[in-house]
C-alpha cells in the first residue's frame, strides 16, 4: 500500500528529531544536513501528486475539428487512444509528419487526421479501434461472422489478419477506405483507412504496427 503523505512527514520529522536530541548518536554519521533534507511531495487535493496526475490524464498534443462542421471533437479515450501514433501513420502511409492535424474522439475509436496533398482533410484520416475481450470469453479468430461482410485474408507476422473485400450493408464503402482486422489471441484492433491517405499496402504495413503496439 502507498504510504500517505503525512506518514512520511511524520517519519521524517521523527528521524530530524533523534538526530538533533542525540538519540541517534551511533548513527550520527547518517543525520541529514539541512541542505540533505528533500521538500516534501506537493499533495493536491483528492490524492495523488501532480506528477501523477500529469500521467493519469490523457494527452494528444492537439485536437482536429472540421471546420465545415459545429462538433467539437475531443481527445481520443479508452483502449483505443495512443495505440497508433501520428509517426506510425505518416511513416506507414508516407505522409509527412507535419501534415497532422490532431486526433478526435469517434465513441470508442481514435482517429487521426492528416493534409491531404489535394481534397478534403475531413476525408483524410485513419481510425483504429480496440475491442476489450471479456476475460473467460473465447479469443476470436476472425471478424464478427454477424457481420454481412466477405472478408479475405492478409499475411502479419504472429497475428491473423483479415481484409473487408464488400460491405453488402454499406454499398460504395469500400471505394473511399481499406477497413481491417487483427486479432492476437484477445488483443483485438480494428482499422479504417482512408484512401486519400493510404493505399491498401500501405493500410496493412499499419495494421501489423497497431496489432504490435497493442499492450
Not at 56 to 79: E, I, M, Q, R, Y
Not at 161 to 180: F, K, V
Request: positive net charge; hydrophobic residues 40%; proline residues 10%.
Amino acid at each position: 500500500m502507498r504510504e500517505s503523505s503525512m506518514n512520511r512527514q511524520s517519519r521524517s520529522l521523527g528521524w530530524m528529531i533523534a538526530c538533533v536530541a542525540g538519540v541517534a548518536a551511533p548513527l550520527l554519521a547518517g543525520c541529514p544536513t539541512a541542505r540533505d533534507i528533500p521538500p516534501p511531495p506537493q499533495d493536491q487535493p483528492g490524492g495523488g501528486t501532480t506528477d501523477e496526475k500529469k500521467a493519469a490524464a490523457p494527452f494528444c498534443g492537439k485536437v482536429f475539428s472540421d471546420p465545415k462542421t459545429a462538433k467539437h471533437n475531443t481527445c481520443c479515450l479508452g483502449p483505443s487512444a495512443g495505440i497508433l501514433k501520428p509517426t506510425d501513420v505518416a511513416t506507414a502511409c508516407g505522409a509527412a509528419p507535419a501534415s497532422y492535424l490532431g486526433e478526435a474522439r469517434d465513441g470508442d475509436a481514435c482517429r487521426l487526421y492528416f493534409q491531404p496533398a489535394s481534397g478534403d482533410a475531413g476525408d483524410s484520416w485513419v481510425m483504429l479501434s480496440h475491442p476489450v475481450i471479456a476475460v473467460g470469453a473465447p479469443a476470436p479468430v476472425r471478424p464478427d461472422p454477424l457481420l454481412p461482410w466477405r472478408w479475405k485474408k492478409v499475411a502479419l507476422r504472429d497475428a491473423i489478419g483479415y481484409q473487408a473485400l464488400s460491405a453488402l450493408n454499406e454499398p460504395g464503402l469500400l471505394e473511399h477506405q481499406t477497413i481491417l482486422w487483427a486479432g492476437r489471441g484477445r488483443r483485438i484492433v480494428g482499422l479504417h483507412a482512408s484512401k486519400q491517405l493510404c493505399t491498401e499496402n500501405q493500410a496493412q504495413a499499419l495494421l501489423q504496427r497497431a496489432i504490435d503496439a497493442v499492450p
